[in-house]
């Protein structure tokens, strides 16, 4: 199985910050890398597919990069509806998840 | 307008097979390159991705819970339903399901179902 760990686990940050979040798979996986945003009480909204593909009506201070084991989310200035969980998943064999980064308001 | 929704049990006893059904519209399972997934999370923790039915009826299942889970499709009623057996507390959670598409990289998750609270207790 293709483990993903994510870093870090929980981050305080305020608005207008830039944040990123660290992704890294237990073998290569190419760009075969999703990110979701999850809110409380939410189903997750998928924010970046195949590692640096932007979903259609996600803003654009969302971006990702990586290729291999190591991936990167960036919010490039934190609006207050950013503050939530964001989770990583892998495609490249079936599909792993991340334990998650929960994203709080310093 | 792509939606799904879930429905079953809300408590399940330990020992009992759970039967979770997957509703949905907007898009069809018999259109090539779609699927529709299954992923949980129990309360206060990560996402874990259980189960997935393409549209050619190619079946995919998570490793450590192989031997409990079945999906299933019926393309004419636009549902897919998803059998864990031998439910345990431990499997209490939220489950959703979510229309997969697939991409140069594998495929992702762009619309998720509301997600459904089972609980399993005695």
């Known amino acids: 199985d293709i483990q993903m760990t994510q870093s870090p686990s929980s981050l305080s940050a305020s608005v207008g910050d830039r944040v990123t979040i660290t992704c890294r798979a237990s073998?290569?996986?190419?760009?075969?890398l999703n990110w979701y945003q999850q809110k409380p009480g939410k189903a997750p909204k998928l924010l970046i597919y195949?590692?640096?593909s932007l979903q259609s009506g996600v803003p654009s201070r969302f971006s990702g990069s990586g290729s291999g084991t190591d991936f990167t989310l960036t919010i490039s200035s934190l609006q207050p509806e950013d503050f939530a969980t964001y989770y990583c998943?892998?495609?490249?064999?079936?599909?792993?998840f991340g334990q998650g980064t929960r994203l709080e308001i310093k | 307008q792509i939606t799904l929704k879930e429905s079953g049990p809300t408590l399940v006893k330990p020992t009992q097979t759970l039967t979770l059904t997957c509703t949905f519209s907007?898009?069809?399972?018999?259109?090539?390159?779609?699927?529709v997934g299954w992923i949980r999370q129990p309360p206060g923790k990560a996402l874990e991705w259980l189960a997935l039915?393409?549209?050619?009826?190619?079946?995919r299942y998570s490793p450590s819970l192989k031997s409990r889970l079945t999906i299933t499709k019926d393309t004419s009623k636009n549902q897919v339903v998803l059998t864990m057996t031998n439910m345990d507390p431990v499997d209490t959670a939220t489950y959703y399901c979510?229309?997969?598409?697939?991409?140069?990289?594998?495929?992702?998750?762009?619309?998720w179902g509301q997600g459904t609270l089972v609980t399993v207790s005695s």
């Open positions: 195949a590692a640096s």
């Open positions: 979510a229309h997969e598409v697939i991409d140069e990289y594998g495929g992702h998750f762009d619309y």
């Open positions: 039915i393409y549209w050619d009826d190619d079946k």
């Open positions: 907007g898009f069809s399972l018999s259109t090539s390159g779609v699927g």
């Open positions: 998943q892998q495609s490249y064999s079936t599909f792993t």
């Open positions: 073998q290569s996986i190419s760009s075969y």
